[in-house]
């Protein structure tokens, strides 16, 4: 990858690599060692799913699917969390930065109700350890190098929009309100690496697609674009919301009926 196409890719300068305190080197660096590890990311990634998800109804989702990251949106995300948080970011360079990236690998799980997320909340809470105290603060510190030692890495955490109906209980989870985005979160360190797990129902997934495809990350300070997905948001949002309200009325027809 040559430095000027990445900058031009996705929007950045070398101003942006010099706020993000990082040269064009060390981000080769990272992207030749990536690029060595990718294939190995997505046997585990597909591990993952044979033992934990291929089952769906067993693990209360609708369906998923996963992927590595892509190279140059990796890059990009190391820009952006060094320029973010300098002092969280600050140690990371060709050697640990999957230590600090949680996403390498990612996995989508998806519901077709939005209150469905609290079996799958269960499922992968009962099948992973999820002990606060070994929650990673410091990313190396903290990183456990014990590959067989699989674990929820962090308290799991959901976004949510606000005016959404209140579906979730922050005694099982962290609820973080006032934003667009809407997604359950979990981290599970699994053979060595981390894996993100997001969870969504169809239609946020619609959304986020569209969202990211054309607005997030790189220009995310157009306006008129943003004004564009939160208006598309606020329709998903309700297709959820009558969604639940069909479900909801089947059940009460199905309630007269029985009697």
Excluded at 147 to 156: D, G, L, N, S, V
């Amino acid at each position: 990858m040559e430095k000027f196409d990445f900058l031009s890719a996705y929007n950045l300068t070398d101003n942006d690599l010099m706020a993000a305190g990082i040269t064009w080197d060390e981000l080769d660096a990272i992207l030749k060692e990536y690029q060595k590890t990718e294939e190995l990311l997505r046997g585990i990634g597909k591990d993952f799913i044979n033992d934990y998800l291929y089952d769906i109804d067993k693990a209360g989702i609708h369906s998923y699917r996963y992927r590595t990251k892509e190279p140059g949106h990796l890059l990009e995300k190391i820009i952006r969390k060094r320029t973010e948080n300098p002092d969280r970011f600050a140690g990371l360079d060709h050697t640990n930065y999957y230590k600090y990236i949680t996403d390498l690998i990612g996995i989508r799980v998806f519901f077709l109700y939005r209150e469905d997320w609290i079996h799958f909340h269960r499922y992968i809470t009962r099948t992973f350890e999820n002990n606060p105290d070994i929650y990673v603060e410091d990313r190396l510190a903290d990183f456990d190098n014990d590959t067989a030692h699989y674990y929820i890495a962090e308290r799991p955490k959901v976004y949510k929009r606000s005016g959404d109906s209140r579906i979730y209980d922050e005694k099982e989870i962290d609820i973080i309100a006032g934003g667009i985005y809407r997604s359950l979160h979990y981290i599970i360190k699994y053979k060595g690496y981390y894996v993100e797990i997001q969870g969504r129902t169809l239609f946020e997934e619609g959304w986020s697609e569209i969202d990211h495809d054309i607005v997030y990350p790189y220009y995310k300070d157009d306006e008129m674009l943003k004004d564009f997905s939160k208006l598309l948001n606020r329709l998903s949002g309700m297709a959820d919301e009558m969604s639940s309200y069909f479900r909801r009325m089947k059940q009460d027809l199905n309630d007269r009926n029985s009697k």
